[in-house]
């Protein structure tokens, strides 16, 4: 990769995860060009982890070297990090960073400007810029998968906070008698509505009632054990009963942490990503109906709720986001 910036240039958006390194070229209208992963070395030396991510920068920067190269650098990086620094803090599924200056030392190699934030944040921004956001001033973005993820973006700009730390949505807590979170706290939002609660619901409900019919059981091969979110997912759209009856439920306790959100934030537009979200699409409605039940916003229902437009390719997006307002 040439080691300068390109004011034409796309930019080369890098979702950095524990075990890959998702790359791509973003034009400025946001549209992927081209994209490409390789795997991360997570548990090694912090430069081992840094030349991987440098060689999954390089085998995608050869594809803009006939335009000149590309505009600038942005990065998904998971937290804590500050985002104002580009210094990763204490990740703990890449445990090799610590307070590593990731932002200072990619420019340093490809003298581009490079930004980094953690995974949600960009999306979040991605969207507003080129999503299911676009034309909204005030921006709630939730991704649900394995974990919750929250971004919020405010007039076109990422609502950092004082230390860099605001937008843990996804570690609100609507029981505080219940579960306790991976992260400490009781009753957060992801640990009650995340993938892994889906497949523990599911679970629980074959242990409870072990012959109940359900394509869900026969998906896991009888094994209740075995039994995943993503084959709730998969019962779901075949019609099964109990699969929607765990949904529903999931939908349950997204309603009323959706409706605090709305109270707190007043956002004009709620966007939701993530592989449980787009299991959870047929359900957008119910929510929107029942959030007004959960809001004292008297307008609740005037706010639209969408899928992201972004699917698996948020990070790449999203790390093309950080640096979109620098285009000249």
Not at 140 to 161: E, K, M, N, P
Not at 179 to 203: D, H, Q, S, V
Not at 220 to 243: F, H, L, P, R
Not at 267 to 291: E, Q, S, T, Y
Request: aromatic share 6%; glycine share 14%.
């Amino acid at each position: 990769m040439s080691k300068n910036s390109t004011a034409d240039g796309p930019i080369l958006g890098v979702d950095i995860g524990g075990t890959k390194v998702a790359v791509g070229l973003v034009d400025r209208e946001g549209k992927i060009l081209t994209q490409g992963r390789k795997p991360m070395v997570a548990n090694g030396t912090a430069e081992a982890a840094l030349q991987a991510v440098a060689g999954a920068i390089d085998s995608m920067a050869a594809a803009a070297e006939p335009e000149g190269g590309v505009h600038s650098i942005g990065i998904c990086a998971p937290g804590p990090l500050d985002p104002k620094t580009g210094v990763v803090l204490n990740p703990p599924n890449l445990p090799c960073w610590r307070n590593f200056p990731l932002a200072e030392k990619i420019a340093d190699m490809y003298h581009v400007p490079v930004k980094v934030d953690n995974d949600a944040n960009a999306a979040a921004l991605a969207e507003t810029r080129w999503g299911a956001a676009r034309g909204f001033r005030y921006v709630f973005y939730a991704t649900i998968g394995t974990g919750i993820g929250t971004g919020i973006v405010l007039d076109g700009r990422i609502y950092h906070g004082s230390t860099g730390s605001a937008g843990e949505g996804g570690h609100v807590s609507i029981d505080y008698r219940g579960p306790r979170c991976n992260c400490g706290k009781l009753g957060c939002i992801e640990i009650l509505a995340a993938g892994p609660a889906i497949g523990a619901r599911a679970r629980s409900k074959f242990k409870d009632s072990p012959s109940r019919p359900s394509a869900i059981l026969d998906l896991a091969n009888g094994d209740v054990a075995a039994i995943t979110s993503e084959m709730v997912g998969k019962a779901y759209a075949a019609g099964d009963a109990v699969a929607r009856e765990i949904l529903q439920e999931t939908v349950d306790v997204l309603t009323p942490w959706l409706g605090n959100i709305v109270d707190l934030l007043d956002p004009d537009v709620l966007v939701m990503g993530g592989g449980v979200a787009a299991m959870l699409k047929p359900f957008f409605d119910d929510i929107k109906n029942r959030l007004p039940s959960w809001c004292v916003n008297p307008r609740v229902s005037e706010i639209p709720l969408l899928m992201a437009h972004y699917g698996a390719d948020a990070g790449i997006a999203g790390g093309a986001a950080l640096c979109s307002g620098e285009l000249p």
